[in-house]
């Protein structure tokens, strides 16, 4: 799919974009050479390839799940002006 510089300069236009007359043949050839190769992406047989979540066959390590901190809820909660049951009473915003 080639386009040609009335169809660049219309879509520089709707995209409020300044293409200067210079440019315009430099654009059009760029833009035609990417739909190109997107026509050749495009015609590859990909039924046989499976899907893949990452291009590498990597696995990420996971640190072990242990508790580093204890448990400070109690002692920062009595900072707080007013809290009940574990949780932060705070005035009512929305009606």
Known sequence: MALDKSEVEKVAHLARLHISDAE?????NRITDI?????QMQSVDTDAVEPL??????VQRLRVDVV???N????????AP????????????LE
């Open 72 to 79: 400070l809820r109690d002692e920062l909660q009595s900072l």
């Open 68 to 70: 580093t901190e204890t």
């Open 53 to 58: 979540a990452h291009p590498l066959d990597a």
């Open 24 to 28: 315009v043949e430099e654009v059009t």
């Open 82 to 93: 007013h809290s009940q049951d574990g949780f932060y009473l705070v005035p009512k915003v």
């Open 35 to 39: 739909l190109v190769l997107i026509d």
